[in-house]
Nanobody, 128 residues
């Protein structure tokens, strides 16, 4: 069974940076693609970023491209989301997710239905 635990959220001012972490408990982490999604109040969950098992490929949602960076440390079973130049529109609960269906693949999923496991989320609030 896979458990994902996010941390690093908080309340910051516009222009600030935060780094989110997601620690996975499962033994397949280092073979799996990982993703970050977010959900703002009253809105649908939105794709933020994804990374392949090797870290060689990453993809970003248009609204965060150039400001956010996803990375991973397979030795620590951890995926990160570095968020710079935060804007009030980035306010949301941020979730990490793991796709166990295609181990060691260069495919990085960008839709939520492709992910098998989800964390509980961490709140990010950006004030103007």
């Amino acid at each position: 069974q896979v458990q994902l635990v996010e941390s690093g959220g908080g309340l910051v001012q516009a222009g600030a940076s935060l780094r989110l972490s997601c620690v996975a408990s499962g033994r397949t982490f280092r073979r799996d693609a990982m993703g970050w999604f977010r959900q703002a109040p009253g809105k649908e969950r939105e794709f933020v970023a994804t990374i392949t098992w090797s870290g060689r490929r990453t993809y970003y949602g248009d609204s965060v491209k150039g400001r956010f960076t996803i990375s991973r440390d397979n030795a620590k079973n951890t995926v990160y989301l570095q968020m710079n130049s935060l804007e009030p529109e980035d306010t949301a609960v941020y979730y990490c997710a793991e796709d166990t269906s295609l181990p060691n693949s260069d495919y990085a999923p960008i839709t939520e239905h492709e992910y098998d496991y989800w964390g509980q989320g961490t709140q990010v609030t950006v004030s103007s």
